[in-house]
C-alpha cells in the first residue's frame, strides 16, 4: 500500500514555496526571526531545509511526544554544543606557560639520534633518527619535510 502524503494548507505551500526565490541574507533573516538568534550560516541549501523545517513545525504543530522522547535521548548523551556563544565574553584565565613541544615519535622507530647503517650493494647506508622526522644523506624526511632544507 503507497504511503499516504497529505498536502500542506494552501497558505503554507505559497509560504514554503516563495522560499524559492529568496537569496542568503533574506534566509539569515528568516531564521533569526524563525529560531530566535542569528546563525552565521551561508549555505543556502542548509538555510532552505532548516527555515522550511521550522515554518511546517509552527503551522502543523511541533514534534510528536515520541520524537520529543527520542531527541531528550540524544541530548542527554551528546554535546550540543563545541564552542561558547560568540556574543558571551569568555572567562579569562592566566597565562599558561608556554612549554617545549613534545614530538610524538611513532613507537616503533629506535631513540632519537639513532644512527642505523646498512649496507646495500657495496654502499654503506646510513639514517639518523630525528625527532621530527629522518635524515638520510642530508636530506630531511617526515612531518617537517618542507621547512627543512
Known amino acids: 500500500m503507497p504511503a499516504k502524503t497529505e498536502t500542506p494548507p494552501p497558505s503554507l505551500a505559497r509560504e514554503l514555496a516563495a522560499l524559492d526565490r529568496m537569496t542568503t541574507a533574506e534566509f539569515r533573516e528568516k531564521f533569526a526571526a524563525a529560531f530566535g538568534e542569528p546563525t552565521t550560516a551561508r549555505n543556502r541549501a542548509w538555510l532552505i531545509r532548516r527555515v522550511g523545517w521550522r515554518i511546517q513545525a509552527l503551522a502543523e504543530s511541533d514534534l510528536s511526544e515520541r520524537a520529543r522522547t527520542r531527541a531528550a535521548e ?13 556574543d558571551r565574553p569568555t572567562p579569562t584565565a592566566a597565562p599558561a606557560q608556554a612549554a617545549a613541544p613534545v614530538a610524538a615519535l611513532d613507537p616503533r622507530l629506535p631513540a632519537v639520534g639513532t644512527v642505523l647503517t646498512l649496507t646495500y650493494k657495496g654502499t654503506v647506508v646510513r639514517v639518523k633518527i630525528q625527532p621530527d622526522g629522518l635524515e638520510y644523506d642530508g636530506r630531511w624526511f617526515g612531518r617537517r619535510q618542507a621547512t627543512r632544507a
Open 74 to 86: 540524544l541530548a542527554r548523551d551528546a554535546d550540543l554544543r563545541l564552542s561558547p556563544p560568540a
